[in-house]
Nanobody, 125 residues
Framework: QLQASGGGLVQVGGSLRLSCAVSGRTISNSTTGWFRQAPGKEREFVAAMRGSDRSTFYSRSVKGRFTISRDNAKNTADVQMNSLEPEDTAVYYC????????????????????WGQGTLVTVSS
């Protein structure tokens, strides 16, 4: 089970930290991904951390602004989002998959077995 939290309303240039609490899976053995879906658009990849070696992957649109991390003791995965833009407005979902996903697979929603319920991020201009 995954529980995403931390969404909210923020102004352009602001920051938010999303957190995903994972139960039933050990996060250090899993790849944790964050995806987002804006109204009328398809779900898109945001960031992922591979369980086996902590490698991180980011979409071009968020690289340099977002940072994914995990806390093995708490079994949580966070994404720190800085310099937010109106284009970042979306429902953000966390997901968990195999711990050994290669980069191309880590960007695909179909690679993940378990999903959280989503948390809304709204960036106002």
């Amino acid at each position: 089970q995954l529980q995403a939290s931390g969404g909210g309303l923020v102004q352009v240039g602001g920051s938010l930290r999303l957190s995903c609490a994972v139960s039933g899976r050990t996060i250090s053995n899993s790849t944790t991904g964050w995806f987002r879906q804006a109204p009328g658009k398809e779900r898109e990849f945001v960031a992922a951390m591979r369980g086996s070696d902590r490698s991180t992957f980011y979409s071009r649109s968020v690289k340099g602004r977002f940072t994914i991390s995990r806390d093995n003791a708490k079994n949580t995965a966070d994404v720190q989002m800085n310099s937010l833009e109106p284009e970042d407005t979306a429902v953000y979902y966390c997901a968990v998959g195999s711990g050994r996903l290669i980069q191309s697979s880590a960007t695909m929603p179909s690679s993940y077995n378990y999903w959280g319920q989503g948390t809304l991020v709204t960036v106002s201009s």
